[in-house]
Protein backbone atom coordinates (compact mmCIF):
# COMPACT_ATOMS: atom_id res chain seq x y z
CA UNK A 1 0.00 0.00 0.00
CA UNK A 2 1.29 3.23 -0.83
CA UNK A 3 0.35 4.75 2.56
CA UNK A 4 2.63 2.20 4.04
CA UNK A 5 5.26 5.17 2.57
CA UNK A 6 3.26 7.86 3.31
CA UNK A 7 6.83 9.33 5.25
CA UNK A 8 8.91 8.96 1.97
CA UNK A 9 6.08 10.51 -0.11
CA UNK A 10 5.77 13.70 2.75
CA UNK A 11 9.42 14.42 2.04
CA UNK A 12 9.09 14.21 -1.40
CA UNK A 13 6.21 17.06 -1.03
CA UNK A 14 8.27 18.80 1.34
CA UNK A 15 11.35 18.88 -1.03
CA UNK A 16 9.22 19.96 -3.52
CA UNK A 17 7.89 22.70 -1.80
CA UNK A 18 11.35 24.03 -0.32
CA UNK A 19 12.46 24.21 -4.06
CA UNK A 20 9.08 25.66 -5.47
CA UNK A 21 9.77 23.53 -8.38
CA UNK A 22 5.96 24.46 -9.59
CA UNK A 23 7.45 27.57 -10.58
CA UNK A 24 9.23 25.78 -13.10
CA UNK A 25 6.54 23.81 -14.75
CA UNK A 26 5.02 24.78 -18.19
CA UNK A 27 1.65 24.50 -16.78
CA UNK A 28 0.28 26.36 -19.98
CA UNK A 29 1.53 23.78 -22.28
CA UNK A 30 0.51 21.19 -20.00
CA UNK A 31 -2.55 21.83 -17.89
CA UNK A 32 -2.78 18.42 -16.55
CA UNK A 33 0.38 19.51 -14.29
CA UNK A 34 -2.01 21.80 -12.71
CA UNK A 35 -3.06 19.35 -9.53
CA UNK A 36 0.51 18.62 -8.71
CA UNK A 37 1.57 22.21 -8.97
CA UNK A 38 -1.29 23.54 -6.60
CA UNK A 39 -0.91 20.17 -4.22
CA UNK A 40 3.46 21.65 -4.06
CA UNK A 41 1.78 25.21 -2.92
CA UNK A 42 -0.22 24.01 -0.43
CA UNK A 43 2.76 22.67 1.43
CA UNK A 44 4.22 24.97 4.65
CA UNK A 45 7.36 24.87 3.04
CA UNK A 46 6.25 26.82 -0.19
CA UNK A 47 4.79 29.72 1.44
CA UNK A 48 6.35 32.95 0.94
CA UNK A 49 8.82 31.79 -1.10
CA UNK A 50 9.24 32.05 -4.73
CA UNK A 51 11.08 31.30 -8.14
CA UNK A 52 14.53 29.83 -7.51
CA UNK A 53 16.95 29.25 -9.93
CA UNK A 54 18.68 25.74 -10.29
CA UNK A 55 15.51 24.65 -7.66
CA UNK A 56 15.15 21.53 -9.94
CA UNK A 57 18.76 20.08 -10.00
CA UNK A 58 18.49 20.98 -6.15
CA UNK A 59 15.36 19.23 -5.46
CA UNK A 60 16.47 16.19 -7.54
CA UNK A 61 19.98 16.19 -5.31
CA UNK A 62 17.64 16.13 -2.10
CA UNK A 63 15.28 13.48 -3.48
CA UNK A 64 17.98 10.91 -3.43
CA UNK A 65 19.99 8.75 -6.22
CA UNK A 66 16.68 7.57 -8.21
CA UNK A 67 15.79 10.78 -8.65
CA UNK A 68 19.56 11.97 -10.08
CA UNK A 69 19.13 9.03 -12.48
CA UNK A 70 15.75 10.10 -13.54
CA UNK A 71 17.54 13.66 -14.04
CA UNK A 72 20.36 12.09 -16.45
CA UNK A 73 17.46 10.53 -18.49
CA UNK A 74 16.00 13.52 -19.21
CA UNK A 75 18.86 15.70 -19.76
CA UNK A 76 19.22 14.12 -22.77
CA UNK A 77 15.69 14.43 -24.28
CA UNK A 78 15.62 18.78 -25.67
CA UNK A 79 12.93 17.76 -27.85
CA UNK A 80 10.76 16.91 -24.29
CA UNK A 81 12.10 19.55 -22.08
CA UNK A 82 12.33 22.79 -22.02
CA UNK A 83 15.98 24.24 -22.35
CA UNK A 84 15.78 26.46 -18.83
CA UNK A 85 15.14 22.79 -17.22
CA UNK A 86 17.62 21.05 -19.68
CA UNK A 87 20.77 23.53 -18.22
CA UNK A 88 20.04 22.47 -14.70
CA UNK A 89 19.40 18.71 -15.37
CA UNK A 90 22.96 18.66 -17.48
CA UNK A 91 24.42 19.09 -14.01
CA UNK A 92 23.50 16.26 -12.84
CA UNK A 93 25.46 14.39 -15.14
CA UNK A 94 28.65 15.02 -13.61
CA UNK A 95 28.04 18.50 -11.03
CA UNK A 96 25.92 16.41 -8.11
CA UNK A 97 26.90 18.28 -4.77
CA UNK A 98 30.24 16.38 -3.56
CA UNK A 99 30.81 15.03 -0.39
CA UNK A 100 33.16 15.71 2.03
CA UNK A 101 37.15 14.61 0.98
CA UNK A 102 37.70 13.05 4.88
CA UNK A 103 34.71 11.15 4.19
CA UNK A 104 35.81 10.12 0.89
CA UNK A 105 39.28 8.99 2.34
CA UNK A 106 38.05 6.97 5.03
CA UNK A 107 36.30 5.02 2.76
CA UNK A 108 39.31 4.49 -0.47
CA UNK A 109 40.99 3.38 3.83
CA UNK A 110 37.96 0.76 4.93
CA UNK A 111 39.67 -2.22 5.87
CA UNK A 112 36.73 -4.23 4.42
CA UNK A 113 34.94 -2.31 1.65
CA UNK A 114 37.94 0.18 0.61
CA UNK A 115 41.59 -0.49 -0.08
CA UNK A 116 42.65 -1.33 3.53
CA UNK A 117 46.04 1.17 3.26
CA UNK A 118 46.54 4.92 4.36
CA UNK A 119 46.11 7.19 1.69
CA UNK A 120 49.80 8.05 1.38
CA UNK A 121 50.63 3.87 0.66
CA UNK A 122 48.54 4.09 -1.95
CA UNK A 123 49.16 7.38 -3.67
CA UNK A 124 52.01 9.97 -4.16
CA UNK A 125 49.63 12.51 -4.24
CA UNK A 126 45.56 12.65 -3.44
CA UNK A 127 43.85 15.59 -4.42
CA UNK A 128 40.53 16.47 -2.19
CA UNK A 129 38.90 18.34 -4.47
CA UNK A 130 36.90 16.21 -6.83
CA UNK A 131 36.93 16.37 -10.35
CA UNK A 132 33.28 15.29 -10.44
CA UNK A 133 30.87 14.68 -8.66
CA UNK A 134 27.47 11.60 -10.24
CA UNK A 135 24.38 10.22 -8.35
CA UNK A 136 26.36 7.00 -7.11
CA UNK A 137 30.10 8.21 -7.02
CA UNK A 138 32.26 10.87 -7.14
CA UNK A 139 35.43 11.09 -8.66
CA UNK A 140 39.14 12.35 -7.18
CA UNK A 141 42.36 12.96 -9.23
CA UNK A 142 45.69 11.11 -8.03
CA UNK A 143 49.07 10.00 -8.37
CA UNK A 144 50.46 6.55 -7.79
CA UNK A 145 54.21 5.89 -6.61
CA UNK A 146 55.73 5.02 -10.10
CA UNK A 147 53.89 8.43 -11.29
CA UNK A 148 50.82 7.20 -13.29
CA UNK A 149 48.12 9.28 -13.26
CA UNK A 150 44.78 8.38 -12.15
CA UNK A 151 41.32 8.54 -10.83
CA UNK A 152 40.02 7.22 -7.87
CA UNK A 153 36.20 6.72 -7.96
CA UNK A 154 34.50 6.59 -4.08
CA UNK A 155 30.66 5.10 -3.79
CA UNK A 156 28.23 7.92 -2.23
CA UNK A 157 28.09 6.72 1.98
CA UNK A 158 24.72 5.98 3.15
CA UNK A 159 23.06 5.45 -0.08
CA UNK A 160 22.12 2.09 -0.03
CA UNK A 161 19.09 2.29 2.57
CA UNK A 162 17.63 5.45 0.53
CA UNK A 163 17.69 3.50 -2.87
CA UNK A 164 15.85 0.35 -1.38
CA UNK A 165 13.19 2.33 0.22
CA UNK A 166 12.16 3.86 -3.13
CA UNK A 167 12.24 0.98 -4.97
CA UNK A 168 10.29 -0.22 -2.86
CA UNK A 169 7.86 2.95 -3.37
CA UNK A 170 8.57 2.91 -6.66
CA UNK A 171 7.67 -0.97 -6.72
CA UNK A 172 4.10 0.13 -5.41
CA UNK A 173 3.47 2.16 -7.97
CA UNK A 174 3.89 -0.06 -10.70
CA UNK A 175 2.08 -2.22 -9.35
CA UNK A 176 -0.93 -0.13 -9.05
CA UNK A 177 -0.05 0.47 -12.91
CA UNK A 178 0.22 -2.90 -13.73
CA UNK A 179 -3.47 -3.61 -12.05
CA UNK A 180 -4.69 -0.66 -13.92
CA UNK A 181 -3.93 0.39 -17.16
CA UNK A 182 -2.72 -2.77 -19.74
CA UNK A 183 0.19 -0.82 -21.69
CA UNK A 184 2.03 -1.64 -17.69
CA UNK A 185 1.38 -4.78 -17.87
CA UNK A 186 2.29 -5.49 -21.34
CA UNK A 187 5.84 -4.13 -20.83
CA UNK A 188 6.54 -6.31 -17.36
CA UNK A 189 6.65 -3.10 -15.88
CA UNK A 190 6.95 -5.03 -12.52
CA UNK A 191 9.28 -6.96 -13.71
CA UNK A 192 11.66 -4.10 -15.13
CA UNK A 193 11.62 -2.19 -11.57
CA UNK A 194 12.60 -5.15 -10.10
CA UNK A 195 15.78 -5.87 -12.59
CA UNK A 196 16.40 -1.95 -12.66
CA UNK A 197 16.76 -2.02 -8.97
CA UNK A 198 19.08 -4.67 -8.52
CA UNK A 199 21.10 -2.96 -11.56
CA UNK A 200 21.65 0.05 -9.24
CA UNK A 201 22.40 -2.16 -6.16
CA UNK A 202 24.99 -3.80 -8.16
CA UNK A 203 25.93 0.15 -9.09
CA UNK A 204 27.09 0.40 -5.28
CA UNK A 205 29.47 -2.44 -6.04
CA UNK A 206 32.63 -1.22 -7.87
CA UNK A 207 34.21 -4.84 -8.24
CA UNK A 208 31.23 -5.28 -10.23
CA UNK A 209 31.98 -2.11 -12.42
CA UNK A 210 35.71 -3.33 -12.65
CA UNK A 211 34.62 -6.33 -14.00
CA UNK A 212 32.68 -4.82 -16.54
CA UNK A 213 35.37 -2.56 -17.74
CA UNK A 214 37.48 -5.10 -17.69
CA UNK A 215 35.80 -7.00 -19.83
CA UNK A 216 34.65 -3.95 -22.31
CA UNK A 217 38.11 -2.74 -22.37
CA UNK A 218 39.18 -6.54 -23.65
CA UNK A 219 36.09 -5.90 -26.33
CA UNK A 220 37.93 -3.12 -27.72
CA UNK A 221 41.62 -3.60 -27.48
CA UNK A 222 42.99 -1.88 -30.29
CA UNK A 223 39.92 -0.40 -31.55
CA UNK A 224 39.85 2.90 -33.82
CA UNK A 225 36.22 3.53 -32.42
CA UNK A 226 36.51 3.73 -28.87
CA UNK A 227 39.17 3.43 -25.73
CA UNK A 228 38.41 1.90 -22.43
CA UNK A 229 40.96 2.91 -19.20
CA UNK A 230 42.39 0.05 -17.42
CA UNK A 231 41.57 -0.41 -13.80
CA UNK A 232 44.40 -0.95 -11.57
CA UNK A 233 42.52 -1.74 -8.06
CA UNK A 234 39.11 -1.99 -6.64
CA UNK A 235 37.02 -2.19 -3.79
CA UNK A 236 33.49 -2.69 -2.90
CA UNK A 237 33.14 1.14 -2.59
CA UNK A 238 36.51 2.41 -3.99
CA UNK A 239 37.96 1.60 -7.27
CA UNK A 240 41.47 3.19 -9.14
CA UNK A 241 41.50 3.37 -12.87
CA UNK A 242 43.76 4.80 -15.60
CA UNK A 243 43.58 8.55 -15.99
CA UNK A 244 42.15 9.51 -19.51
CA UNK A 245 41.68 13.08 -21.53
CA UNK A 246 38.51 13.82 -22.75
CA UNK A 247 35.44 15.73 -23.11
CA UNK A 248 31.87 14.82 -22.38
CA UNK A 249 30.48 14.01 -25.56
CA UNK A 250 27.91 17.44 -25.33
CA UNK A 251 30.49 19.95 -25.35
CA UNK A 252 30.20 20.01 -28.97
CA UNK A 253 32.03 23.43 -29.72
CA UNK A 254 35.54 21.92 -28.08
CA UNK A 255 35.18 19.57 -30.92
CA UNK A 256 34.99 22.27 -33.28
CA UNK A 257 37.52 23.94 -31.86
CA UNK A 258 39.87 21.29 -32.55
CA UNK A 259 38.47 20.68 -35.90
CA UNK A 260 36.66 17.24 -35.28
CA UNK A 261 34.27 15.88 -38.04
CA UNK A 262 31.14 15.46 -35.84
CA UNK A 263 29.39 13.82 -38.44
CA UNK A 264 31.92 11.05 -38.00
CA UNK A 265 31.61 11.12 -34.38
CA UNK A 266 27.91 10.71 -34.76
CA UNK A 267 28.84 7.58 -36.92
CA UNK A 268 31.55 5.97 -34.62
CA UNK A 269 28.93 6.19 -31.91
CA UNK A 270 26.44 4.80 -33.19
CA UNK A 271 28.77 1.67 -34.63
CA UNK A 272 30.08 1.20 -31.01
CA UNK A 273 25.93 0.90 -30.05
CA UNK A 274 25.29 -1.65 -33.03
CA UNK A 275 28.83 -3.20 -32.36
CA UNK A 276 28.26 -3.73 -28.67
CA UNK A 277 24.73 -5.08 -28.77
CA UNK A 278 25.42 -7.64 -31.83
CA UNK A 279 28.94 -8.85 -31.82
CA UNK A 280 30.05 -8.44 -28.16
CA UNK A 281 26.29 -8.65 -26.53
CA UNK A 282 27.75 -6.44 -23.75
CA UNK A 283 26.48 -2.85 -24.22
CA UNK A 284 26.59 -0.15 -21.98
CA UNK A 285 22.89 0.67 -20.94
CA UNK A 286 23.78 3.99 -18.59
CA UNK A 287 24.54 6.51 -21.96
CA UNK A 288 24.12 9.79 -20.66
CA UNK A 289 26.73 12.56 -21.57
CA UNK A 290 28.24 12.61 -17.88
CA UNK A 291 29.42 8.78 -19.19
CA UNK A 292 30.22 9.52 -22.98
CA UNK A 293 33.11 11.03 -23.13
CA UNK A 294 35.48 12.08 -26.73
CA UNK A 295 39.38 12.25 -26.33
CA UNK A 296 41.23 15.35 -26.52
CA UNK A 297 44.91 16.78 -26.68
CA UNK A 298 46.01 17.27 -23.04
CA UNK A 299 44.50 19.97 -21.51
CA UNK A 300 47.12 22.51 -21.64
CA UNK A 301 46.89 22.14 -25.20
CA UNK A 302 43.70 21.60 -25.33
CA UNK A 303 42.68 25.80 -26.36
CA UNK A 304 45.88 26.20 -28.44
CA UNK A 305 45.49 26.24 -32.29
CA UNK A 306 48.42 23.89 -32.50
CA UNK A 307 46.61 21.44 -30.45
CA UNK A 308 46.49 17.90 -32.09
CA UNK A 309 45.93 14.76 -31.13
CA UNK A 310 48.09 12.25 -32.92
CA UNK A 311 45.40 10.24 -34.42
CA UNK A 312 41.23 10.10 -35.34
CA UNK A 313 39.91 10.73 -32.32
CA UNK A 314 38.53 7.87 -30.10
CA UNK A 315 35.11 7.60 -27.86
CA UNK A 316 36.54 6.98 -24.20
CA UNK A 317 34.25 4.35 -22.41
CA UNK A 318 33.45 4.82 -18.63
CA UNK A 319 31.00 3.87 -16.11
CA UNK A 320 30.20 0.55 -16.75
CA UNK A 321 28.48 -0.62 -14.03
CA UNK A 322 25.65 -1.06 -16.26
CA UNK A 323 25.74 -3.61 -18.49
CA UNK A 324 23.03 -4.88 -20.41
CA UNK A 325 23.12 -8.50 -22.07
CA UNK A 326 20.59 -10.33 -24.50
CA UNK A 327 19.81 -13.72 -25.13
CA UNK A 328 21.09 -15.23 -28.25
CA UNK A 329 17.14 -15.60 -29.60
CA UNK A 330 16.79 -11.80 -28.76
CA UNK A 331 19.74 -11.08 -30.59
CA UNK A 332 18.14 -12.50 -33.93
CA UNK A 333 14.67 -11.25 -32.83
CA UNK A 334 16.19 -7.51 -32.62
CA UNK A 335 18.50 -7.85 -35.12
CA UNK A 336 15.61 -8.70 -37.73
CA UNK A 337 13.25 -6.81 -37.15
CA UNK A 338 15.53 -3.57 -37.37
CA UNK A 339 16.30 -4.97 -40.79
CA UNK A 340 12.64 -5.80 -41.79
CA UNK A 341 11.55 -2.13 -40.80
CA UNK A 342 14.42 -0.77 -42.38
CA UNK A 343 13.33 -2.67 -45.74
CA UNK A 344 9.87 -1.13 -45.15
CA UNK A 345 8.78 -4.82 -44.91
CA UNK A 346 5.77 -4.59 -41.95
CA UNK A 347 4.52 -8.23 -43.08
CA UNK A 348 8.08 -9.82 -41.74
CA UNK A 349 8.10 -7.78 -38.44
CA UNK A 350 4.49 -8.90 -37.41
CA UNK A 351 5.79 -12.71 -38.63
CA UNK A 352 9.18 -12.05 -36.48
CA UNK A 353 7.29 -10.84 -33.38
CA UNK A 354 4.66 -14.16 -33.87
CA UNK A 355 7.04 -16.65 -34.15
CA UNK A 356 9.23 -14.87 -30.77
CA UNK A 357 5.91 -15.20 -29.15
CA UNK A 358 5.39 -11.84 -27.93
CA UNK A 359 1.55 -12.00 -29.43
CA UNK A 360 -1.58 -14.17 -29.03
CA UNK A 361 -1.96 -16.42 -31.48
CA UNK A 362 -5.18 -15.10 -32.13
CA UNK A 363 -4.13 -11.73 -32.66
CA UNK A 364 -5.42 -9.86 -35.48
CA UNK A 365 -1.59 -9.72 -37.64
CA UNK A 366 -3.54 -7.39 -40.67
CA UNK A 367 -4.28 -4.97 -38.23
CA UNK A 368 -1.05 -5.19 -36.42
CA UNK A 369 0.95 -4.69 -39.74
CA UNK A 370 -1.11 -1.41 -40.47
CA UNK A 371 -0.46 0.06 -37.07
CA UNK A 372 3.29 -0.47 -36.83
CA UNK A 373 3.17 0.35 -40.65
CA UNK A 374 1.49 3.97 -39.92
CA UNK A 375 3.22 4.33 -36.71
CA UNK A 376 6.80 3.35 -37.63
CA UNK A 377 7.35 3.82 -41.58
CA UNK A 378 7.15 7.42 -41.70
CA UNK A 379 10.40 7.23 -39.47
CA UNK A 380 12.50 5.91 -42.54
CA UNK A 381 12.68 8.56 -44.35
CA UNK A 382 14.23 10.76 -41.53
CA UNK A 383 16.91 12.32 -39.92
CA UNK A 384 17.59 11.57 -36.53
CA UNK A 385 16.92 15.11 -35.82
CA UNK A 386 13.64 14.72 -37.18
CA UNK A 387 12.48 11.71 -35.40
CA UNK A 388 10.74 11.59 -31.99
CA UNK A 389 12.02 8.71 -30.49
CA UNK A 390 10.49 8.73 -27.11
CA UNK A 391 7.07 9.25 -29.34
CA UNK A 392 7.26 7.05 -31.47
CA UNK A 393 8.23 4.27 -28.25
CA UNK A 394 5.10 5.33 -26.40
CA UNK A 395 2.98 4.82 -30.02
CA UNK A 396 4.24 0.99 -29.90
CA UNK A 397 3.85 0.35 -26.14
CA UNK A 398 0.37 1.31 -27.13
CA UNK A 399 0.17 -0.74 -30.21
CA UNK A 400 1.51 -3.30 -27.82
CA UNK A 401 -1.67 -2.75 -25.49
CA UNK A 402 -4.21 -2.77 -28.44
CA UNK A 403 -2.37 -6.34 -29.48
CA UNK A 404 -1.86 -7.61 -26.24
CA UNK A 405 1.57 -7.32 -26.80
CA UNK A 406 3.97 -9.15 -24.45
CA UNK A 407 7.86 -7.25 -24.75
CA UNK A 408 10.50 -9.22 -23.00
CA UNK A 409 11.82 -7.22 -19.60
CA UNK A 410 15.00 -7.99 -20.75
CA UNK A 411 14.94 -5.54 -24.18
CA UNK A 412 13.37 -2.70 -21.82
CA UNK A 413 17.14 -1.88 -20.82
CA UNK A 414 17.73 -2.01 -24.58
CA UNK A 415 15.06 0.55 -25.04
CA UNK A 416 16.41 2.94 -22.43
CA UNK A 417 19.76 2.62 -23.80
CA UNK A 418 18.79 3.50 -27.29
CA UNK A 419 16.47 6.45 -25.95
CA UNK A 420 20.22 7.70 -24.69
CA UNK A 421 21.79 6.68 -28.31
CA UNK A 422 19.08 9.29 -29.68
CA UNK A 423 19.69 12.35 -27.32
CA UNK A 424 22.97 11.76 -27.60
CA UNK A 425 23.00 11.72 -31.68
CA UNK A 426 20.19 14.48 -31.86
CA UNK A 427 23.11 16.71 -30.07
CA UNK A 428 25.90 15.88 -31.43
CA UNK A 429 24.89 15.38 -35.07
CA UNK A 430 21.20 16.23 -35.85
CA UNK A 431 21.17 15.13 -39.71
CA UNK A 432 23.08 11.50 -39.01
CA UNK A 433 21.17 9.09 -41.50
CA UNK A 434 20.68 5.83 -38.87
CA UNK A 435 18.81 3.63 -40.78
CA UNK A 436 21.81 3.18 -43.90
CA UNK A 437 24.64 3.05 -40.85
CA UNK A 438 22.79 0.86 -39.05
CA UNK A 439 21.88 -1.23 -41.65
CA UNK A 440 24.93 -3.12 -43.43
CA UNK A 441 25.95 -3.70 -39.66
CA UNK A 442 22.77 -5.54 -39.14
CA UNK A 443 22.63 -7.55 -42.52
CA UNK A 444 26.48 -9.01 -41.92
CA UNK A 445 25.54 -9.65 -38.59
CA UNK A 446 22.72 -12.01 -39.42
CA UNK A 447 24.56 -13.19 -42.19
CA UNK A 448 27.40 -13.77 -39.95
CA UNK A 449 25.14 -15.72 -37.27
CA UNK A 450 23.63 -18.26 -39.94
CA UNK A 451 26.67 -19.11 -41.70
CA UNK A 452 26.78 -22.70 -42.17
CA UNK A 453 30.52 -23.08 -42.13
CA UNK A 454 30.50 -20.96 -38.63
CA UNK A 455 27.73 -23.16 -37.00
CA UNK A 456 29.52 -26.44 -38.12
CA UNK A 457 32.60 -24.86 -36.35
CA UNK A 458 30.59 -23.58 -33.19
CA UNK A 459 29.16 -27.74 -33.16
CA UNK A 460 32.89 -28.89 -33.56
CA UNK A 461 33.95 -27.07 -30.37
CA UNK A 462 31.42 -27.90 -28.59
CA UNK A 463 31.52 -31.79 -29.69
CA UNK A 464 33.19 -32.62 -27.00
CA UNK A 465 30.41 -31.45 -24.17
CA UNK A 466 27.74 -33.11 -26.21
CA UNK A 467 29.80 -36.30 -26.04
CA UNK A 468 30.17 -36.29 -22.73
CA UNK A 469 26.41 -35.38 -22.09
CA UNK A 470 25.50 -39.00 -23.45
CA UNK A 471 26.64 -40.93 -20.87
CA UNK A 472 24.12 -39.24 -18.77
CA UNK A 473 21.27 -40.97 -21.63
CA UNK A 474 20.78 -43.92 -19.58
CA UNK A 475 20.05 -41.85 -15.96
CA UNK A 476 17.80 -39.41 -18.18
CA UNK A 477 15.80 -42.47 -19.90
CA UNK A 478 15.14 -43.98 -16.76
CA UNK A 479 14.12 -40.74 -15.21
CA UNK A 480 11.97 -40.32 -18.34
CA UNK A 481 10.23 -43.78 -17.91
CA UNK A 482 9.89 -43.05 -14.03
CA UNK A 483 8.41 -39.97 -14.85
CA UNK A 484 5.68 -41.34 -17.28
CA UNK A 485 4.81 -43.83 -14.89
CA UNK A 486 4.39 -41.41 -11.92
CA UNK A 487 2.55 -39.25 -14.42
CA UNK A 488 0.16 -41.80 -15.69
CA UNK A 489 -0.75 -42.86 -12.37
CA UNK A 490 -1.08 -38.95 -11.40
CA UNK A 491 -3.87 -38.49 -14.33
CA UNK A 492 -5.59 -42.09 -13.20
CA UNK A 493 -5.85 -40.54 -9.76
CA UNK A 494 -7.07 -36.66 -11.66
CA UNK A 495 -9.81 -39.05 -13.95
CA UNK A 496 -11.45 -40.94 -11.00
CA UNK A 497 -11.30 -37.73 -8.71
CA UNK A 498 -12.65 -35.82 -11.79
CA UNK A 499 -15.20 -39.00 -12.21
CA UNK A 500 -16.45 -38.50 -8.22
CA UNK A 501 -16.61 -34.41 -8.88
CA UNK A 502 -19.42 -34.94 -11.43
CA UNK A 503 -21.19 -37.84 -9.64
CA UNK A 504 -21.25 -35.29 -6.82
CA UNK A 505 -22.14 -32.55 -9.04
CA UNK A 506 -25.35 -34.35 -10.76
CA UNK A 507 -25.68 -35.78 -7.03
CA UNK A 508 -26.63 -31.68 -6.35
CA UNK A 509 -28.44 -31.05 -8.86
CA UNK A 510 -30.79 -33.85 -8.12
CA UNK A 511 -31.36 -32.60 -4.53
CA UNK A 512 -32.02 -28.95 -6.44
CA UNK A 513 -34.61 -29.64 -8.53
CA UNK A 514 -35.91 -32.19 -5.48
CA UNK A 515 -36.00 -29.19 -3.33
CA UNK A 516 -37.18 -26.83 -5.43
CA UNK A 517 -40.22 -28.82 -6.61
CA UNK A 518 -40.96 -29.77 -2.74
CA UNK A 519 -40.95 -25.91 -1.97
CA UNK A 520 -43.05 -24.39 -5.14
CA UNK A 521 -45.35 -27.20 -3.99
CA UNK A 522 -45.93 -27.09 -0.25
CA UNK A 523 -46.26 -22.69 -1.30
CA UNK A 524 -49.12 -23.60 -3.87
CA UNK A 525 -50.81 -26.10 -1.35
CA UNK A 526 -50.25 -23.55 1.59
CA UNK A 527 -52.15 -20.71 -0.61
CA UNK A 528 -55.64 -22.85 -0.81
CA UNK A 529 -55.75 -24.88 2.00
CA UNK A 530 -57.00 -22.33 4.93
CA UNK A 531 -56.15 -22.96 8.85
CA UNK A 532 -53.81 -25.26 7.40
CA UNK A 533 -51.59 -23.30 5.83
CA UNK A 534 -49.00 -22.61 8.24
CA UNK A 535 -47.97 -26.50 8.19
CA UNK A 536 -47.49 -26.33 4.31
CA UNK A 537 -45.49 -23.14 4.84
CA UNK A 538 -43.04 -24.89 7.95
CA UNK A 539 -42.55 -27.86 5.51
CA UNK A 540 -41.41 -25.50 2.34
CA UNK A 541 -39.14 -23.79 5.16
CA UNK A 542 -37.51 -27.76 5.77
CA UNK A 543 -37.30 -28.12 2.46
CA UNK A 544 -35.25 -25.17 2.05
CA UNK A 545 -33.14 -26.31 5.48
CA UNK A 546 -32.60 -29.87 4.06
CA UNK A 547 -31.00 -28.53 1.11
CA UNK A 548 -28.82 -26.03 2.52
CA UNK A 549 -27.71 -28.58 4.39
CA UNK A 550 -27.67 -31.76 2.33
Known amino acids: MLLSHRARLFELWRIAATYRIDTHLSLEEMPQLQPIARLIRLHPAAWGKKHQPNAIKYALEDMGTLFLKLGQLLSTRRDLVPPEIIEQLVQLQDKVKPFDADVAIAQIQHPKHGLGQPINTLFARFDVKPLAAASIAQVHTAALHDGREVVVKVVRPDIRATIVSDFELLRELAGWASARIEAARAVHIIDIVEDYRQVMLNELDLTLEADNTTQMRNNFLGSALMYVPEVYDAAKNVMVMERIQGVPISQVEVFDKLGYD ?16 FRDNF ?43 LSRDDQLVVARMLLAVMNNN ?17 ADKHALMRDMKRTVGPMLQKSINDIDFAGVLMQILDIARRHHMSIPPQLMLLLKTLVHVEGLGRDLYPELDIWSLAKPILSGWIKEQLDPVRNLQQLRQQLPELLLSTTDIPKLLDQGLQSLATQGSRQDSQLREIQQIRADMLNDRRRDWLALSGFAIFIAIATQVGWFAPVFYLLAIVVVVWRVLA
Not at 262 to 274: M, N, S
Not at 286 to 299: A, I, R
Open 262 to 277: RATLAEKGLTIFFTQV
Open 346 to 362: FTAVVDIVSRAGWIPPN
Open 283 to 325: FHADMHPGNVFVETPPVKDLYNDTAKLGHEPRYIGLDCAIMGT
